[in-house]
């Protein structure tokens, strides 16, 4: 009897593919409202390219292409985060009792219990047991808590500069404060990080029995 065939890992909401990748020029424009008159934006920027005070990074939301497995798409991502979606399926991640699961790995720089914000969105309890069998990290060691609130505390960010005509990077993925304005004025934000309230630790979902294969 032939073996039966391991499951096709998913590709998870958040996700970014490779033709999702959008360029477009970035520079500094007179704004008498920032810090330094100044702040950073793209050539032909739209309202809808600012939130909580800094630009945002274009990502395109059609998953042409191979799904880039170690990227975020930057839209999806802070939908999930605002909404209260499941990173895995992108739906709503609330249990019936209104409160919302999320599922770590075993680090505590990644634990938003120690460090009190996060930029990982929550995980449904429908995905968590394919999440754990498929990232080796989670596989080492995972822990799952329930947040009764998630509110917006910063972004996570490259941080630039103007240098000699050009716009050059001094910072990747630097997490700023909602607060922290004049480096929100230089920063092109992917990432929408949370504080999560009322923190409670819960059951730790089992793996699936069957081996889920990992992206290359």
């Given at each position: ?10 590709v ?7 033709e999702?990748?959008l ?5 500094f424009?007179p704004?008498?409202?920032?810090t330094?008159?100044?702040?950073l934006?793209?050539?032909?920027a ?16 059609h998953?042409?292409?191979r799904?880039e497995?170690k ?6 991502q802070?939908?999930c985060m605002?909404h209260?979606?499941c990173?895995v ?6 249990e ?6 999320w ?9 938003p219990a120690v460090?009190g914000y996060?930029?990982?969105p ?16 989670l ?5 799952v808590?329930?947040?009764?609130r998630?509110?917006p ?5 490259n941080?630039l500069?103007p ?5 050059i990077t001094?910072e990747?993925?630097?997490v700023?404060?909602?607060d922290a304005f004049h ?14 309230d ?15 294969p990992s992206?290359?």
């Amino acid at each position: 009897m032939t073996a039966a065939a391991p499951p096709r890992l998913r590709v998870p909401y958040i996700t970014a593919y490779s033709e999702e990748a959008l360029s477009h020029p970035l520079m500094f424009v007179p704004d008498p409202g920032a810090t330094d008159g100044r702040r950073l934006s793209y050539a032909d920027a739209v309202r809808e390219d600012f939130q909580f005070g800094v630009l945002w990074a274009r990502h395109g939301l059609h998953r042409g292409g191979r799904p880039e497995w170690k990227m975020v798409n930057s839209i999806r991502q802070r939908r999930c985060m605002m909404h209260l979606l499941c990173q895995v399926c992108g739906r709503s991640a609330a249990e019936p009792n209104g409160r919302i699961p999320w599922l770590v790995a075993d680090d505590l720089d990644d634990d938003p219990a120690v460090k009190g914000y996060t930029n990982a969105p929550p995980t449904c309890a429908a995905c968590a047991p394919e999440s754990v069998a498929a990232c080796p990290r989670l596989r080492q060691g995972a822990t799952v808590y329930t947040a009764g609130r998630a509110e917006p505390y910063g972004v996570l960010a490259n941080v630039l500069r103007p240098s000699r005509g050009k716009i050059i990077t001094v910072e990747r993925h630097r997490v700023i404060p909602l607060d922290a304005f004049h480096l929100l004025e230089y920063a092109l934000a992917v990432q929408l990080v949370v504080t999560l309230d009322d923190l409670q630790p819960a059951s730790l979902p089992s793996a699936r029995s069957e081996e889920v294969p990992s992206p290359e």
